[in-house]
């Protein structure tokens, strides 16, 4: 009773914990793909390191499910975390023996490497220790309110990765990842943690790895999510993840230009977690979800037709609000649809697939782009999001009658 009575200060506590690492480790991973791009001025390099900062993550998060469903997901967070920070500890002590410059990137690839296998393990814990935090009825709210902090701190990471490099060395910056991660596993030890339902630590990892597909693909409700979920991943990469592009092809290339279109896009996101936190979404939060999507449909839509650029700053904000819609109303509807012992491996392969639609679709629009102007692409992909929206009405409807 006392656990359900304290659930507010638990669910802060928690958000402020993950908030405060996932800063750090935002912050450095900035550090280091900024350190590389002016060390070598190598698209290839920059490549390289966005590859490895999402690969090792879809390959070991469907893994970190599955460990997620065994063990106890507060120490998994925490293992997590500690497990990086003492990599980057040695990394730290070994800086020293390496040149400055390209002879360091190697290793500072495998420690992306190492970063991104944690994130693997650490993210599915983490998603299925919100659901243990909060009421059924105020799960919505809760999500809203992790989205606006997680896009609060990756809007400040950046600036601060840049203002630490300028102000310090890559060493130094990396002892911040070493001190945040500290203090957030400190608080996280201290939030009060509800028993969570475990599926069987019999099974062999395979087998373990076999059911939580098998039951995906037999669960039509979650299966159907996660399709949604990779679909809007995907159409979502011409209007947010290639924004930058189109700004400069449109409005000019100037470094404010480009500042501004990300500040305006967190922004938005920031807002649209603080609206989910308040209002919470419709009492039906399939009706959430769709509408979210046609919003999100119809602004990338907007956004391609703009022709000036404060016109345009307006739709990425509003933009960026029904993203962080879309993404609590997903969130909440797989908390409820998926079976507590099955949540971990739900959201082990909800990692997996953003850590692949990401770069699929990057890697699609981005060559489409080189032919295709990007107004066409955000056109189009936005009437992709409409007609998965109307869909999705279609299909409640069917059901209703």
């Known amino acids: 009773m006392q656990l359900k009575e304290n ?10 914990s993950q908030s405060i690492t996932l800063f750090g480790s935002t912050l450095v991973q900035m550090a280091i793909v900024w350190y590389a791009t002016i060390a070598t001025g190598s698209g290839a390099w ?30 998994l967070i925490a293992g997590a975390d500690l497990g990086i920070a003492g990599v980057t500890l040695i990394m730290i002590f070994l800086m020293p023996v390496f040149s400055e410059g390209p002879e360091l990137l190697p290793v500072l690839l495998m420690l992306s490497l190492i970063r991104s296998v944690g994130a693997g ?31 609060a701190v990756q809007f400040a990471a950046p600036a601060a990765a840049g203002a630490v490099l300028a102000a310090g060395t890559l060493q130094s910056t990396l002892w911040l990842d070493v001190g945040t991660a500290a203090l957030g596993v400190a608080l ?28 995906t693909v037999r669960e039509r409700a979650v299966s159907r999510l996660l399709a949604i979920y990779g679909a809007f991943v995907f159409f979502c990469v011409p209007g947010g993840f290639l924004a ?24 938005g996101m920031t807002a649209g977690g603080l609206l989910m936190g308040l209002w919470g979404g419709f009492s039906q939060k399939e009706r959430t979800l769709r509408t979210g999507l046609a919003a999100f449909g119809a602004l990338s839509v907007l956004m391609g037709f703009a022709a000036r650029f404060d016109a345009y700053l307006a739709l990425m904000a509003l ?55 990007l107004w066409c692409l955000m056109t189009a992909s936005g009437a992709a999001l409409l007609i998965q929206a109307g869909a999705e009405a279609f299909v409640q409807l069917r059901r209703r009658g």
Not at 131 to 151: H, T, V, W
Request: with cysteine; glycine share 8%; charged share 15%.
């Open 7 to 16: 659930w507010k200060f638990r669910a802060a506590l928690f958000l402020i």
């Open 46 to 75: 920059v490549a390289a390191f966005s590859v490895c900062s999402y690969l090792p993550q879809f390959a070991v998060s469907f893994v970190g499910g599955v460990w997620a469903d065994r063990f106890p997901r507060r120490l």
């Open 121 to 151: 393990i650490q993210t599915p814990a983490v998603s299925a220790t919100l659901p243990l935090l909060a009421p059924e009825d105020r799960r919505m709210r809760f999500n809203g309110i992790n989205a606006a902090m997680q896009s």
């Open 188 to 215: 996280l030890l201290r939030v009060p943690m509800p028993a969570a339902a475990k599926g069987s630590a019999s099974d062999s990892l395979w087998r373990s790895l076999r059911g939580g597909v098998a039951y």
């Open 244 to 267: 930058g592009l189109h700004v400069s092809r449109t409005f000019g290339d100037s470094y404010g230009y480009l500042t501004v279109t990300e500040l305006a896009g967190f922004a």
């Open 319 to 373: 933009y960026g609000v029904a993203l962080t819609t879309v993404q609590t109303a997903v969130s909440t509807l797989l908390q409820e649809r998926s079976a507590p012992a099955m949540q971990g491996r739900v959201f082990g392969l909800m990692s997996a697939v953003y850590s692949i639609c990401m770069p699929l679709g990057m890697a699609v629009f981005g060559l489409l782009a080189d032919r295709i102007p």
